[in-house]
Nanobody
Framework: QVQLVESGGGLVQAGGSLRLSCAAS????????MAWFRQAPGQEREFVAA????????HYADSVKGRFTISRDNSKNTVLLTMNSLKPEDTAVYYC?????????????????????WGQGTQVTVSS
């Protein structure tokens, strides 16, 4: 089992920045690729960003490319999502997810069924 706990959400004005953090515990962190998803009210959960086991590769949704940065600190079992130039349409509950390595090269999973473990989510609200 892997436990994931998100933090760092809140209310911010459009154009502002937030940094989300996800702390992982329970298994060897470097065995897991990590990702962030988000879900706005009345909408399906959508992919935001993913990072490989070592942190050497990343992948972003087009809607956040150039504004958001995903990173990980394997010494602290933490993955971060730095969000800049926030827009009202970024308002959502943000979820951290972990995908256990299955061997082979990393391919960014952009669908939620790729992921084995999920955090409880943290709310991000961007006001206009």
């Amino acid at each position: 089992q892997v436990q994931l706990v998100e933090s760092g959400g809140g209310l911010v004005q459009a154009g502002g920045s937030l940094r989300l953090s996800c702390a992982a515990s329970g298994r060897t962190f470097t065995n897991y690729a990590m990702a962030w998803f988000r879900q706005a009210p009345g909408q399906e959960r959508e992919f935001v960003a993913a990072i490989s086991w070592t942190g050497g590769s990343t992948h972003y949704a087009d809607s956040v490319k150039g504004r958001f940065t995903i990173s990980r600190d394997n010494s602290k079992n933490t993955v971060l999502l730095t969000m800049n130039s926030l827009k009202p349409e970024d308002t959502a509950v943000y979820y951290c997810a972990a995908e256990e390595s299955r061997g082979g090269p990393w391919i960014a999973g952009t669908r939620d069924y790729y992921y084995d473990y999920w955090g409880q989510g943290t709310q991000v609200t961007v006001s206009s």
